[in-house]
């Protein structure tokens, strides 16, 4: 008789189930909270697009200054539209984005960048424009609550990649970009001084034409841009010299100066922003003769 052999039996292969997917939470309160942001910036967008004043900013008040000024737009678009954009990637992150800890990630580090750069346009209106605009306060109220609602509901597994390292890499992203635009609206990198430009500056300084202004006023700073690095040889006179809400100067008192800028050239007045050609013409400089050969 035969003996049987003797083998380890096979058990069939047990397929592993399938892992269920998570469903999709979307975050309602930041949502909400990109939702505000949204019709904020998009309505600025839309005003500085088709060149109209916000609701609420009179002529001459903070936001209207705020507004006008050349921190208000970035690389010829207005800065409100990149913030609209901004508010849109929250919203769809929130939205689409898995509720998982990178989904934290992803809001946390677009509302820091967002917040940093609202506090930076914010400081420089308070500091170089002695202004605020309710509107851009409005903006930066929404990405404070961002920032709180996400620290305060941050996952206990949130971030990532480790507390110390996403600290590092949202600062660094935040220096970075805060550090560009600090460095676009400076006069850093300009480009260097046109010769016929400064020379035009200084033919009006010596012919005895005067340029009243002020550094809060919009259009000052777009006249002062048309002339770029050759602006300092402008007969310029600054009449706040004690800030917004200071005394007049007494050069402008004197030669009843109501609006800015002011040029006072061969005894004519002129209150409007000039191009340089419309200067040269009114001053009697030869403006072709020096063009670049």
């Given at each position: 008789?035969?003996?049987?052999?003797?083998?380890?039996?096979?058990?069939?292969?047990?397929?592993?189930?399938?892992?269920?997917r998570?469903p999709?939470?979307?975050?309602?309160i930041?949502?909400?909270?990109?939702?505000?942001?949204?019709?904020?910036?998009?309505?600025l967008?839309?005003?500085?697009?088709?060149?109209?004043?916000?609701?609420?900013?009179?002529?001459?008040s903070?936001?209207?200054?705020?507004?006008?000024?050349?921190?208000?737009?970035?690389?010829?678009i207005?800065?409100?539209?990149?913030?609209?954009?901004?508010?849109?990637?929250?919203?769809?992150?929130a939205f689409?984005?898995?509720?998982?800890?990178?989904r934290?990630?992803?809001?946390?580090?677009?509302a820091?960048?967002?917040?940093?750069?609202?506090?930076?346009?914010?400081?420089?209106?308070?500091?170089?424009?002695?202004?605020?605009?309710?509107?851009?306060?409005?903006?930066?109220?929404?990405?404070?609550?961002?920032?709180?609602?996400?620290a305060?509901?941050?996952?206990?597994?949130?971030?990532?990649?480790?507390?110390?390292?996403f600290?590092?890499?949202?600062?660094?992203?935040?220096?970075?970009?805060?550090?560009?635009m600090?460095?676009?609206?400076?006069?850093?990198?300009?480009?260097?001084?046109?010769?016929?430009?400064?020379?035009?500056?200084?033919?009006?300084?010596?012919?005895?034409?005067?340029?009243?202004?002020?550094?809060?006023?919009?259009?000052?700073?777009?006249q002062?841009?048309?002339?770029?690095?050759?602006?300092?040889?402008?007969?310029?006179?600054?009449?706040?010299?004690?800030?917004?809400?200071g005394?007049?100067?007494?050069?402008?008192?004197?030669?009843?100066?109501?609006a800015?800028?002011?040029?006072?050239?061969?005894?004519?007045?002129?209150?409007?922003?000039?191009q340089?050609?419309?200067?040269?013409?009114?001053?009697?400089f030869?403006?072709?003769?020096?063009?670049?050969?």
């Amino acid at each position: 008789m035969a003996k049987a052999k003797r083998g380890r039996t096979q058990r069939p292969a047990v397929e592993a189930a399938p892992r269920p997917r998570r469903p999709r939470a979307p975050d309602w309160i930041v949502l909400g909270i990109a939702g505000f942001g949204l019709l904020i910036t998009a309505y600025l967008s839309a005003v500085a697009l088709w060149g109209t004043v916000p609701a609420l900013c009179a002529e001459g008040s903070g936001c209207d200054i705020v507004q006008g000024s050349r921190w208000s737009r970035l690389f010829g678009i207005p800065v409100a539209l990149f913030g609209f954009g901004l508010y849109a990637a929250i919203a769809l992150t929130a939205f689409f984005a898995p509720d998982r800890p990178r989904r934290w990630d992803r809001l946390m580090w677009l509302a820091l960048i967002g917040l940093s750069i609202s506090l930076y346009l914010t400081a420089v209106g308070l500091i170089e424009l002695e202004a605020a605009c309710a509107w851009c306060m409005a903006s930066l109220a929404c990405l404070i609550a961002l920032v709180a609602v996400l620290a305060w509901r941050r996952p206990a597994t949130a971030p990532a990649l480790g507390v110390q390292r996403f600290a590092l890499s949202a600062g660094f992203a935040v220096v970075v970009t805060v550090g560009a635009m600090a460095a676009y609206h400076s006069e850093w990198l300009q480009p260097p001084e046109d010769p016929r430009l400064r020379a035009l500056a200084e033919h009006l300084d010596s012919s005895g034409a005067v340029y009243y202004g002020t550094f809060w006023c919009p259009n000052c700073q777009e006249q002062r841009r048309l002339f770029g690095a050759a602006a300092q040889h402008l007969p310029y006179v600054e009449c706040s010299p004690n800030g917004r809400r200071g005394t007049v100067a007494f050069a402008c008192v004197s030669n009843e100066v109501k609006a800015y800028p002011t040029w006072v050239i061969r005894g004519k007045r002129y209150e409007e922003v000039l191009q340089p050609q419309m200067l040269a013409r009114y001053s009697g400089f030869n403006w072709e003769a020096r063009a670049p050969r």
